[in-house]
């Protein structure tokens, strides 16, 4: 099963060039005011509206640190705080915010995880 969470968005030209040319996600289908994106396993459609969904939080996941610390340095001055360990979820992230302000996280996990793919 597959699945897609779609987001409204005021301006989705200004947000698909910052989640492709940003995050380095990639346009998987356009329809009517729809552009889905697509992040390895995760798709997010984002439709053009009169307002914003801005209450989500996309997650980003990586096999490790230095991915995790090379999106931090490119996204610095969107960053909420700096790459940390988290002991409670046994992972490794940080927080920023996409141009409309919804939340993103990078993270990598520090266990093994199931296999995805």
Known sequence: MAGIVFLRTTDRSKIVEFYTREIGMRIWLEQPE???LRHENL????????QADTDALLTFFYPGHREVDRMFNQLQSRACDEPRHNQRYRIYNFFAHDPEE????FQCFLHDVPEWR
């Open 34 to 36: 729809i552009t889905i």
């Open 43 to 50: 798709l997010v459609g984002f439709q053009q509206h009169l």
């Open 102 to 105: 919804r939340r993103i996280e």
